[in-house]
Structures are given as structure tokens and as C-alpha cells.
């Protein structure tokens, strides 16, 4: 491993009421929510980078997005997108020696980037909490549940054991844990893979969270359980009225559970609005692709049209779009912008909260014409 | 060839009767050890024509991997027939067995495992036409570059290790090599689901021009419902070792009459709620799938099942022909009857 790189702070302040010192046209489009509201979350300009022996690996590049309380965000993208990556950089779960994260994240307007690990101890588990993918892995096997609920409870309130006891099985009643007192003194192998789950889920909100981010929380469960995973996230969120951000790779899953989608590739965010805008008009050709790969249950049996070829490594990220050598509408665009310029983050139709990564000029056309007659 | 005993149809390809395959295992009980068996695959018959495609649907512990494996006979079954083009391949030993694993070929699901990383991709590829004395010495290179190119690899790659190509391409790789013995029937185990999307369409067209440009016959397991309706023109519905419900596509996603279908069709996340079409029912299943080692009395699935009475508990219900059902849809429930409407139909 190469020697670790100090953190660059310059361009991450921390006074962070007064949010960034230079904020470009793109940046404040990224901190605008989709709904207008007043966010919770704010991630501007976030980039994550982990030095290698192969070189530098950007994993995430001026990512901006915002989340308000009792609303859902999704992050879509294939592995490798940054989508995981990114969220661990909210919860600050990077291991610091070996990661350059600069950028701004504003939980409820207080500066995470730069934090100390004992400040972030605090707000960890409290007012921001993470749902794994893999319970199995995620919850410790020599433990209790029981055990490991009431810890979670107690790092962050000064109660007795008795008290945190009783909120634990509340906890375990709530995410529909049957016969509660049994179940706390069990042990994690003792459970399904979807009780688990909602074990976990328990846990992650034992205190009461504004902010849960939620990393492929079903993506290990059959398809009947994950129906009543989140339905229960859902039943949770308008019951706790928390941000969620779910991070997962499954369309389906998106269109059932988000207010808004930001979809990643390569590194960076190429198309951000509400869940609606997103999949229902979508203005960027990964986009398209994604949407035109997946065989859904409802769909006639139409040959799929998968993207070609395979994502750019995070070593050496082309010039230009990222997307551009997969892109089958390179052609269209005037001279060689595609490969050679970035295109920015800019809202679809001049104004708006939808904002779309591409140089196309007739997206809106192109996709009413060529796309959506074929996605039925 | 061509040669076909007389109680098999014409173009059946494979018929599998009543297998099963009951896994002992140990446990302590009290003061000594009891026998207990996991019921993995309990009385399963299928058939395949040549050409066709059946998917096999589940979740986890149906069932569906273990019935590919003893097809391939990767697992002895403890009973029943496995008849491929009218012989009894159920319980032959292996000396017996070869002709037939040249005839049933197995893609698996993960393309990192499945791989032997230490063989070039030459290697991995001309090992099966060794075996089997398909090509003449000298010629193996030219036949592993035509099967590479065959699946969309680059040719050149013949000396690469599998650590060198990403997941679609070496799941591509694990295609070619069951390609190599020119099968009539490939068992193609979630071929797809450890791919990301753009790369699992990839690999599904490939399998789909397979089959229509050898005639290969799939036998297609996933618990995607959304890549199964796209694949399979055949569908049988498995739930604790059983199948619960069979017929063509369309009967079982435009009209499926056991509860645990409609239930799992239901709980599949789809797009088409986005577009303004939800669905007009939602069904959502209480609890998780019983042990197969003590699987429930009756009909297994009434643990679950929101039209249980007591006729459930005590009588199995049989994989039969409805009177309501369409020809060749059958379904194992006392009280099956047709929902549609489960899923958002996208105009």
C-alpha cells in the first residue's frame, strides 16, 4: 500500500452553516431537492478516492444529492458505481489512512466531512444508522440479539440495562418479531435470513434515527420476504418519519419504494429527480439501457437490449462522458464533445430539479420516439 | 439418434418421474442420535421436449438446484426416474453415465467459483472435447477459438486466466465449455443472477440465440420471475421440494391458480407501478418457508397460505388438472382458482 495521503480540506468547510465557499452552478442544482423541501442530508460535491498501489481509484466524483425527513432517495447503479461507497463516506465508515474523501455532508446542517472519529462515535447509530446487506454477516454470531440491541440503545442514552431491555423488545415488536421476550435472548444463527433482517432493521432504529441508509437490504432475501421487508421499511418511515436512503441495484425495488432516484455510474451521478421523472421520462442514455435490460414480470417476451461492453475502471477514467464508450448515441452528438468533454449535471428541460449528465440536445425526443415504445 | 422407445413421445427429450432426493443428516437427541433426512426434492415429475425451455422457480431451499444437479447427475437421487431419450440414467454408475454427461451439460451460477483459476481458458474449454475424444489432436485450439467466438469472446484470449475477464464474460466462458460436447440439453443454474443487469441481459440474449440456433433444450432454474417469464416457454412453480404449480407461460403469469404463485408473483418488485399501472391486488405472505426436514403435514405450503382449512393438514393435494384450468396447466391445491390481474400488464 502506498503511503497514506492526508486529507485534502481545503475546498470542505467547516463552518458549516455558511455550506461551500465556491459553489458552482452544478453544486447548488445538487443541493436543490427534488421536492423542494428543506433536506436533512446534504452531500455536495462529495468525492471519494482510495490511493493503491495501481494508482488512485475514484470511486466517487462530485456526487451531490439532498434528502428530507420522511422521504426515500434511491441510489441505483451497477457494482462498482460508488452508490455503497458513497454511503459508507456519509456514515463515515471509511477506514481514514486509506481514503481521501473531500466534499461537503450536512446532517442536519452540522459538517461530517473532517469530523473526529469520537464526534462521529456520537452521532453513528444515533441520528444517522445503516441497514446492511448481509445480516448474516453483519450482526455478531456470539451475541445475543437481545444483547446487541440493548448495547446499541446504550451507547447513546445513559439508562439502565432493565430500561433498554424493555426498549429492545419494543423495538423487536414493532418490526414485527414474533414473541418478543423469546426471540431477545436468541442468538443470530437462530433466526431466518428475514427475521434477521428485521432484527437489524431494529436495531438500526433502536434510537430513533432521522437519517437510515439502507445498503441492498433485501437484495439477500427471497422475493416473498423482501415483499415484507419493505413494506415494513415503508410502514417504519411514515411511522418515524425519517430520511431513508436505499441503496440498491433492482428497479423494481426502486419504483415500489422511492420519492426520488439518483442513478450512478462510474463514479459520479448522471441522472437525478423524482422517482417519477426517473423512470417514467428518463434523459440519459445509461438510463435507457438499464431500463431497456431488465425482463420484468410484466413485460412481453421482446428480446432484451442489454448495453454493450463493460464499465470503465475507476483507475483511469476516460475524458469525457464515462458512459460514452458504451453509448449508442455517441453519433449524434456534434464533433467529438462525447469523449472529450464532460458533459455537467444540468437540469432536462432548463429549469426543473431533474437533472440529466448528457451532451444529447433532443433527449426528450429521442426517448418519446425511440425508448418508451419499446419499454411498452 | 432418433431412437425412441415407445412410451415416450416423439420429440420428449427428458423425463423426469417422481425423483426425490432425501439428504440424511445427524442430530443429538436426548441421549442418542436420531436419523433425520431433509426432504430437498420430494416426488418431482417433469418432461422436456427437445429444443424447449422449462424454468424452474422457487426460493431459496425449494428444491429447483438440487433437481438440476441429480438431472445431471451431480447427485445421486435417492429414488425416482430420470429417462433421457428412453433410458434410465436415475442410478447408473459412472462408467455408464459418460455418453449421457456429454448429452446434459451444466452452466453454473456463479462465474467465479465455477472456474478453475489456476487453467487458462484454453484449458478450462478443451478438457471436455479431451474427454469426450471430440477433436483430433492438433485441432483443439481451433475448436476452443470457434467456441470462444461462439459466445462472444474475443479468440485471442485462448491463454488468458479467468481472474482476467469480468463476471459476464466468464459466466460467457462457463457456456462455452459446456458448449464444447455439443449438448442436446443444458441446465442452466441462475445462470444470470450474479450479474449486474446490463451484463445479465447480455449473457441472456447469448443463451436465448443458443437455443434457437442449436436447438438446445434449457432447463432454465432462477428465482427472478422477471428473467424466467423471458426465457422459458414452460414453468414449474417449486415450494419445499414439491412443484405446486405447472403450465406454459402464460397460464402460470396470466392466470395462476396456486396461492403460492399468485403470492410470489405479487411480491416481485415491478416497474410497471411507476408507469401508473399497479397491480390490482396485493398478496403478502406472513412468516418464512418451514424446515424441510419436518415439512408441514398435507399440503406444505398451508403454513403460510390464506386459504388453509383443515383439509389441507390432513390430505396432500395432487398436481392435477383443474377443472377450470386450460390444457396442460396443472396445480397442487384443494381450493385453486385463477387470479389475474397480479401484475401490472404494460399495454
Known sequence: MSTPAPEDK????????????????????????????????????????????????????????????????????????????SSMAVMGLHDRKRTRITGSIRL?????????????????????????????????????????????????????????????????????????????????????????????????????????????????????????????LNNLQKEFGSAIVLITHDLGVVAEMADDVLVMYAGRCVEYGTAEDVLANPRMPYTW????????????????????????SLLNLPEGCSFAARCPYVDRVKGELCTTQLPDLLPVDGAGAHTSRCHLHDKASIYETEIAPRLG | MSETKNDTPRDTLLQVRDLKMHFPIKEAAGLGRTKKVVQAVDGVSFELKAGASLGLVGESGCGKSTTGRMITRLLTPTSGEIVFKGTDIAQLKERELR???????????????????????SNIISTPLRVHNLVKKGQELARVQELLERVGLNPEHHN????????????????????????????????????????????????????????????FIAHDLGVVRHFCDEVAVMYLGKIVE???????????????????????????????????????????????????????????CWKAEDICATQEPLLEIKPQSTPGHTAACHFAEPKVDLIAETA
Open chain 1, 108 to 232: 442536519g446542517g452540522d459538517e461530517l466531512v473532517g469530523l473526529s472519529e469520537n464526534d462521529l462515535m456520537k452521532i453513528r447509530g444515533d441520528a444517522m444508522s445503516m441497514v446492511f446487506q448481509d445480516p448474516q454477516s453483519s450482526l455478531h454470531p456470539l451475541y445475543t440479539i437481545g444483547n446487541q440491541l440493548v448495547e446499541a440503545y446504550r451507547v447513546h442514552h445513559k439508562v439502565s440495562k432493565d430500561v433498554a431491555k424493555k426498549r429492545a423488545l419494543e423495538m423487536l415488536d414493532l418490526v414485527g418479531i414474533p414473541n418478543p421476550p423469546r426471540r431477545f435472548s436468541q442468538y443470530p444463527h437462530e433466526f431466518s435470513g428475514g427475521m434477521r433482517q428485521r432484527a437489524m432493521i431494529a436495531m438500526s432504529l433502536i434510537n430513533d434515527p432521522k437519517l437510515v441508509i439502507a445498503d441492498e437490504p433485501t437484495t439477500a432475501l427471497d422475493v416473498t420476504v423482501q415483499a415484507q421487508i419493505l413494506d415494513l
Open chain 2, 246 to 304: 405447472q403450465g406454459s407461460r402464460d397460464q402460470i403469469y396470466n392466470a395462476p391458480q396456486h396461492p403460492y404463485t399468485q403470492a410470489l408473483l405479487s411480491a416481485a418488485p415491478d416497474l410497471g407501478t411507476i408507469r401508473g399501472v399497479p397491480p390490482k391486488e396485493r398478496i403478502r405472505l406472513v412468516g418464512d418457508v418451514p424446515s424441510p426436514i419436518d415439512p408441514p403435514s398435507g399440503c406444505r405450503f398451508r403454513t403460510r
Open chain 1, 289 to 312: 439501457g438499464l431500463l431497456e435490460s431488465i425482463p420484468t414480470v410484466s413485460a412481453a417476451n421482446e428480446r432484451l437490449r442489454p448495453i454493450k461492453g463493460l464499465p470503465p
Open chain 2, 99 to 121: 455418453p449421457f454427461r456429454r448429452q446434459l451439460q451444466i452452466v453454473f451460477q456463479d462465474p467465479y467459483s465455477s472456474l478453475n483459476p489456476r487453467q487458462t481458458v
Open chain 1, 10 to 85: 481545503k475546498d470542505a468547510p467547516v463552518d458549516a452553516k455558511r455550506g461551500p465557499s465556491v459553489a458552482t452552478r452544478e453544486r447548488r442544482q445538487g443541493s436543490i431537492n427534488p421536492s423542494g423541501e428543506t433536506p436533512y442530508l446534504v452531500v455536495e460535491d462529495l468525492a471519494v478516492k482510495f490511493p493503491t498501489a495501481d494508482g488512485l481509484v475514484s470511486a466517487v466524483n462530485g456526487l451531490s444529492y439532498s434528502v428530507p425527513l420522511g422521504r426515500t432517495l434511491a441510489i441505483v447503479g451497477e457494482s462498482g458505481s460508488g452508490k455503497s461507497v
Open chain 2, 160 to 219: 488468458r486466466y479467468p481472474n482476467e475477464f469480468s463476471g459476464g464474460q466468464r459466466q460467457r466462458i462457463g457456456i462455452a465449455r459446456a458448449l464444447a460436447v455439443e449438448p442436446e440439453v443444458i441446465i442452466a443454474d441462475e445462470p444470470v443472477s450474479a450479474l449486474d443487469v446490463s451484463i445479465q441481459a447480455q449473457v441472456m440474449n447469448l443463451l436465448e440465440d443458443l437455443r434457437k440456433d442449436l436447438g438446445i433444450a434449457f432447463v
